[in-house]
């Protein structure tokens, strides 16, 4: 599907210019990306937008924890699944909004979408990802030993529950979201790096609590699909060299090779531009499309040559 590009963003798309948070907040930030989503679409591509979580499942799970003496707590992988339909009406109706104003008509569609793990990935042997509100050590055993959690504590905070980010396998709804696009919609899909399932012995599909990074799902349904574009939208409008140096180095196209020897030397924080890096590389390595790192604000202008960093394989 050469005419498809999936564009993943992050927690950014659903804050406010002031930072906000709250459920008005998120939807002016939605009608804010959607513009420039839209453009895209616009300029003849087949879209589907991935989208992180973290705050809107950290807020679930809060109030779940808050509410655990009263109403069983919510499994982690129901909570992903609640954000994917809140977050998604979020879109659609912001897209929907934006295609109107334009005097456009397009359907758009919320996937609800599961994401199959290895139940043998050693990251559930080794939980790494913090989740949930910080709590006094007493307050997390009790509910750890009622609950089965893992925990963690974050220095000079408290503690909190830890949950595995095993590494996707396989996006199990792919076929509907190549149907709807073969039927012209803008899809939604993937939210928070999808609802990790395993397959049983059986061959059923089981939900297991754990949190799929949204760039690496995003990069998995890119190559499932054969897509023409991979997207993904960060804070900045480029990926750079000694960030934050005075040397720093702004780079508009990066061959596969000089990404993975700059990933090697450190060059791309873990927990920011890394990930993002890593997700692009393992898109190209396998597409002949093209990847894609930009602001937000740059997404046409990236998509159209004009913006941003290329990661080519060559």
Partial sequence: MSNVAVIAVGGNALASEGGGTSIPDQALAAARTAQYVVDVAVAGWQVVLTHGNGPQVGYILRRSEIAAAEVPVVPMDYATADTQGAIGVMFQRAFV??????????????????????????????????????????????LAMRNGWSLMEE????????????????????????????????????????????????????????????????????RQLKAGKLLIATAVPQVAINFGKPDVKWLSRLPHVEAARYMNEGQFGKGSMGPKVAAVMDYVAACDGEGIITDIENMGRAIAGEAGTRIVRS
Avoid at 110 to 135: C, E, H, L, W, Y
Avoid at 157 to 170: K, L
Avoid at 175 to 198: F, K, S, Y
Wanted: hydrophobic content about 40%; overall charge neutral; some cysteine.
């Fill in 97 to 142: 909004n934006e295609l109107s104003r334009r005097g456009l008509k397009k359907p758009v569609a919320t996937v609800v979408t599961q994401v199959r793990v290895d139940p043998a990935d050693t990251a559930f042997a080794n939980p790494t990802k913090p989740i949930g509100s910080i709590m006094t050590k007493d307050v997390a055993e009790a």
């Fill in 155 to 222: 220095t000079g905070r408290g503690w909190r529950r830890c949950v595995a980010s095993p590494q996707p396998q396989e996006v199990i709804e792919v076929e509907t979201v190549r149907a709807l696009l073969d039927n012209d919609h803008i899809v939604i899909a993937c939210g928070g790096g999808g609802i990790p399932v395993v397959t049983d012995v059986a061959g059923s599909l089981v939900g297991r609590e754990a949190v799929i990074d949204k760039d690496l799902a995003s990069s998995l349904l890119a």
